[in-house]
């Protein structure tokens, strides 16, 4: 690549898809484009082309031939996408043509015009900084009433009676331009500033919908008071939530269900216990409690579990999930005595946890974080060389929020690594030795540190044993797809990863040890070896006999989720025929599907000649294997058990219900990136982006508003990977198999 080309952040403001798969340059005054996969640059055409390039579109660009599979058909979802929205467009035009004969009163549809449009005929145009948009209820009132008293007599079709006031899918109104725009975002954040409410509100998806919703009423817009919200907007939101949730109820009967008990403390130190039910179609909440004066009486939570599992139907409660917390695990073992058609199961995700705090114990490990934790302390603390970074990064920042301040431990080492070479740019350039902070304490630390390559020989060894946990954990909290059928396939290649990064025993015998202490309860649960045994992709790849374990654990799962006997006989039949790949089973579309089609899925289109073992398999195949992480912020949960008055109890609790319910719908996987030094993303990123003593010593060259803008794209750090690719084919070594510990693998046969 030519010295002369200069890299240029990608910004948040480029929402196109196909930005996240390139780098921008500046050469001179021209802007070039480049392929991440196949470093083709582009010297025109804008990311149109990018995207023609990526989505193998023959015309205007050269097919790129290193795109990943996944990359290649959204991009052609995109670009089939466009044609759609520009005929859409057309269309549009065209009505309003026909009922606005005058062209240049329809002249803003050009091209710069973003599509998803919704058309409101009012009868006067509105002015950018109308009071329409900020003023109280009369005002809008009077406004309306005069636009009537003009409009009256006037012909439909006449041009000065009813132009046109289109509505962007952004909230914008594009007849007063940016002056407009920029007046309403204005308006958005002077609400939000006087409120207190978190920024990060503009994330939530009925927050668009509220936008569009208000400027398509246009100036007939009333809106609602404080009465409204409390008593008839809260009354029907109630019955719209709980319609959605009898329909997930609808379907447990089918696809089973799993009761999530999520505990946590409160600010004021309160103990709460959530219920919320997990099946596939997604998740609902149920209720809350405070749990204070019981959490440590293993009894007393029995009861309230117990309650709540015939609350729900223990017929279809194949599981209840909880903490690693010996009151709940004594608690839940209590329950699966009481109800045989169930177990109790700790959480995944809590699991991998402690294995990740024990791992970060160890004095080496430590050791390189804190090192690490010196340099993103250093740039995220002065604007000028966060900047730098944020240049030299293509727009990324090396630091990664994860579930956890553990998963973000070592998942910042791992996007550390990802970026060194790009840190090592930056530490040697003309650049950071101009840079006045390169000087500084923190600046010298940090160019010792980024040249120092036993460091990153370090640091790349800790991500090799444990990125592969990571893995399992984003795994196990994904929103796409249920859990079950992979993870005891991801917990063995997290030890196999581990067992060929270290080699000699006496070395990787002490990680072993670390997952065995914390995954004990989850290695001998039935639901995880069923899983396992029903997932094809992992079934028809196991050569040899499968492991006693396994077998066992869908055995024990027919007994204790299939009560009659004669359906118990027909489904060992059926089993058989899997096992023998019968029937549908070896088709060859079944075969290819074994690798592309959830397993629940497959399951559903091939096992029609197994109907017992397909119910049964659909209903292990869907579970999760943890609790669900959600937004608990901004949600009255302590005046909901502060409130003394009975009524007012009542109406917190259905507003509880309504917004943890909210909440769950949009969860998605692909959350929205926040700023790391913003404090919405300081509960697991403080120990990463904290300063000494609030940067008290030069607290006068410090300015925030001197950051650039965060950026979209991440494309060098391979976004689009899938953790079930990594889980792959072949499960041979029975040393995992058998949990073998120190001093006992003379005592293992060889099989």
């Given at each position: 690549m030519g010295s002369n080309l200069e890299p240029i952040p990608i910004t948040s403001q480029k929402h196109d898809p196909a930005w996240k798969h390139c780098q921008m340059f500046k050469n001179g005054e021209r802007v070039q484009l480049k392929c991440v996969y196949c470093g083709k640059i582009f010297k025109g055409g804008g990311i149109h082309r990018i995207k023609e390039h990526l989505a193998g579109q023959k015309g205007n660009a050269a097919t790129c031939l290193q795109v990943p599979s996944d990359v290649r058909h959204m991009m052609q979802q995109s670009l089939d996408g466009v044609v759609v929205k520009k005929r859409k467009k057309q269309k549009i035009a065209e009505e309003i043509t026909n009922l606005n004969p005058v062209s240049s009163e329809i002249g803003f549809f050009d091209k710069d015009v973003n599509t998803g449009m919704e058309l409101t005929?009012?009868?006067?145009?509105?002015?950018?900084?109308?009071?329409l948009l900020v003023s109280g209820e009369d005002g809008m009132r009077k406004k309306g009433g005069e636009r009537r008293k003009r409009g009256r007599g006037r012909g439909r079709g006449s041009v000065t009676n009813a132009k046109a006031v289109v509505t962007m899918s952004s909230g914008m109104l594009l007849s007063g331009g940016k002056r407009t725009n920029d007046h309403i975002h204005m308006a958005i954040g002077r609400f939000l500033y006087d409120i207190g409410a978190s920024l990060d509100a503009v994330n939530s998806a009925y927050f668009q919908l509220m936008v569009q919703a208000i400027a398509s009423g246009g100036s007939e817009v009333v809106v609602?008071?404080?009465?409204?919200?409390?008593?008839?907007?809260?009354?029907?939101?109630?019955?719209?939530?709980?319609?959605?949730?009898?329909?997930h109820r609808a379907t447990w009967e089918r696809t089973g269900c799993s009761v999530l008990v999520d505990q946590w403390n409160t600010v004021m130190g309160r103990t709460l216990i959530n219920f919320l039910v997990y099946c596939p179609d997604g998740v609902v909440f149920l209720k809350s409690v405070d749990a204070s004066d019981i959490i440590n009486l293993p009894?007393?939570?029995?009861?309230?579990?117990?309650?709540?599992?015939?609350?729900?139907?223990?017929?279809?409660?194949?599981?209840?999930?909880?903490?690693?917390?010996e009151q709940l695990i004594c608690a839940g073992r209590r329950l699966a005595d009481t109800f045989p058609n169930l177990y109790w199961a700790p959480c995944a995700a809590h699991c991998l946890d402690l294995i990740l705090e024990d791992f970060a114990k160890l004095e080496w490990i430590n050791s390189v974080i804190e090192q690490a934790r010196s340099i993103t302390r250093f740039v995220y603390n002065h604007s000028v060389v966060l900047n730098m970074m944020k240049r030299y990064t293509y727009g990324n920042d090396i630091v990664e929020p994860g579930l956890s301040r553990f998963a973000t431990n070592f998942g910042t080492l791992k996007r550390m690594v990802d970026l060194k070479h790009n840190l090592q740019t930056m530490v040697t350039s003309q650049e950071w030795v101009d840079c006045p902070y390169s000087k500084k304490p923190g600046g010298l630390e940090m160019l010792d540190l980024v040249s120092d390559q036993s460091f990153w020989s370090s640091c790349v060894l800790i991500t090799h044993l444990t990125n592969p946990l990571l893995q399992v954990l984003r795994l196990v909290g994904s929103k796409k797809r249920p859990a079950m059928g992979y993870i005891y396939a991801g917990m063995y290649r997290a030890k196999e990863a581990i067992k060929k990064e270290l080699i000699k025993r006496e070395e990787y015998v002490v990680y072993w040890n670390i997952i065995d202490h914390w995954w004990e309860q989850e290695w001998s649960l039935p639901l995880h070896a069923a899983g396992f045994y029903l997932n094809p992709k992992f079934f028809y790849s196991f050569e040899?006999?499968?492991?006693?374990?396994?077998?066992?654990?869908?055995?024990?799962?027919?007994?204790?989720?299939?009560?009659?006997?004669?359906?118990?006989?027909?489904?060992?039949?059926?089993?058989?025929?899997?096992?023998?790949?019968?029937?549908?089973?070896?088709?060859?579309?079944?075969?290819?599907?074994?690798?592309?089609?959830?397993?629940?899925?497959?399951?559903?289109?091939?096992?029609?000649?197994?109907?017992?073992?397909?119910?049964l398999a659909i209903r292990i195949l869907g579970q999760t294997c943890s609790s669900i992480e959600y937004k608990r912020s901004q949600i009255p949960f302590e005046q909901l058990h502060d409130t003394k008055n009975c009524l007012e109890?009542?109406?917190?609790?259905?507003?509880?219900?309504?917004?943890?319910?909210l909440r769950l719908r949009q969860m998605v996987d692909e959350n929205e990136e926040q700023d790391p030094i913003s404090f919405d993303s300081n509960n697991t990123l403080t120990d990463w982006v904290k300063g000494k003593e609030l940067c008290s010593e030069d607290f006068d060259t410090l300015n925030w508003m001197a950051v650039d803008p965060p950026s979209d794209n991440a494309s060098l750090l391979g976004t689009s990977h899938s953790e079930i690719e990594d889980l792959g084919a072949g499960f041979d070594d029975y040393e995992i198999f058998n949990r073998v510990k120190e001093g006992e693998e003379e005592n293992v046969e060889s099989m």
């Open positions: 005929g009012v009868s006067d145009a509105i002015d950018p900084v109308s009071s609602p008071s404080y009465h409204d919200l409390r008593g008839w907007v809260l009354k029907n939101s109630v019955e719209e939530v709980k319609n959605d949730v009898d329909k009894d007393a939570l029995y009861e309230l579990l117990k309650q709540v599992v015939e609350e729900i139907g223990a017929r279809h409660v194949l599981q209840v999930i909880t903490r690693m917390e040899g006999d499968m492991p006693n374990e396994i077998q066992s654990g869908m055995y024990d799962c027919i007994e204790k989720f299939v009560p009659d006997l004669n359906v118990q006989d027909k489904i060992i039949k059926e089993v058989n025929s899997y096992k023998n790949a019968g029937g549908d089973f070896g088709r060859k579309m079944a075969v290819r599907a074994r690798d592309t089609m959830l397993p629940a899925e497959w399951w559903s289109t091939y096992g029609g000649s197994c109907p017992n073992l397909v119910r109890r009542q109406r917190l609790s259905d507003l509880v219900f309504v917004q943890c319910n």
